[in-house]
């Protein structure tokens, strides 16, 4: 596990968030995760639609279910599967700014919180899919996380993980100069690698039913966000004070981090299909009720 040497709480993600808010809908749009580039001639809003229909369609979501977005962002996943989908959702954020940007778009069946996933206080068994989008790197207590989505999804519940996950083995150069920076200036309290991930969901009671390894093509994410941020720091007066005089400044330092990290393979992304086993100990195949 990589922890960066100046330790990240909760609050620290949180302050992170609501500082940095209107540059990250200016740079990236309301959607705060990477973009999924299948025939690669997407363009940068076609491919963050693509990683959300990915999840969904790993899901298998029925009309009608319970869901859970850990670590929403805007909500927008969220409105858009209880929009497409007919699901139910509640979701968590530990930023004050997105619940509000939330709040200005609401959606039937959608109800968006500002809470800790790790005290999220939901009944066991009350959901019947969860997804985490890029949301467990911020989590104090990773084990934990896991933990407490086994303990809320209901038998037969698919869990599927979209995840920045660290080289298996990465030498030291990569973890001094690459990874350990990508922590600190993006609020990670610490960034796993496939096998942690797999043993820590393993050990909460899930089985893995898939796995992968989409780095390639997620990647041209940090690109586009780079040359985006040079644009309007450039041409817009209000982004270039907010960025200056922001306490976060530092995680734009992490952009050009984060394009060679893809480039030298140490850092990867990840997507995990989890399932919780019915109580007969089969798990639900995707696209049939629990």
Known sequence: MIVPDISQSAAAVADHYDELDPIYRRVWGDHVHHGLWVTGRETPAEAVEALVGTVGDRLGLMPGEACVDIGCGYGSTARQFAVTRGVRVTGFTLSTEQARYADAHPVPAVDIQVRDWLVNGMADASADAAWAIESSEHMVDKARFFAEAHRVLAPGSRF????????T???G????HLLEPICREGRLPSMGTREEYEAMATAAGFAITGYEDASRRVARTWTICTLRLVKALLVDRETRRLALRARNRSSFLGLPRLILAYRTGAMRYGIFTLSKARENGAPREPGTVS
């Open 160 to 167: 599927v993980i979209c995840a920045w996950l660290a080289e």
């Open 169 to 171: 083995d990465a030498c």
């Open 173 to 176: 150069w990569k973890v001094r």
